[in-house]
């Protein structure tokens, strides 16, 4: 399918074993793929998006049961090449993500994520966010020249991104990752605090 100027190109919810795959979809004006609900045996792969906010967006995918985005070209998003908010279990590999700008990966409230082998080009601010996400995977990713490469968000009052494996990136970034302690959320005039980069939290310090 051919898909062109569409608010959103693809919607996905409450889908069990499906394939959506081939697909060329342009100049959405928000989502070019946008995923919710229970998945079951879904694969969304080979499909083309150029130009949208958010190139593939999980958007409270639970329970997921062998939920798989791979293998997607995603081009000049303006926010995100792929987003997963209040998301859980789902695979994202092999992607090939090339933002105009804003965010590589942006991971919200989400957690028991694979996210393996995907590259991120372009030009993106940050790499991959992983935003009070705990217990998920983020293996052999490879992210190209952005100012900041993997950033650990825990909003304050909050858990925390904890419990997450990296290994095996390759990062090529002014700051390689990045912990950050958000201000209360809600409030525009606070600024972000941001710890000393790269350490490693001594048992007194919260960890991220």
Known sequence: NNLEGCFEGLQIGDFQEGLVSGNRIGNSGDCGILAGGHLADVAVTDNTIDGASIGIALDGVFGSDNAVFSENTIRNTADAGSFARASEGAVISRNYLEPAGGVGLDISESSAL?????????????????????????????LEATPIGISLIRPKGQPGSFGNKILNNVVNSTQPVLFQILDVVGNETGNPEF???PFTPSPMTPAL
């Open 195 to 197: 710890d000393t980069m």
């Open 114 to 142: 694979t996210i393996s082998e995907n590259v991120v080009a372009g030009r993106p601010t940050e790499g991959i966010i992983i935003d009070n996400s705990p217990k998920n995977s983020l293996t052999s990713n490879i």
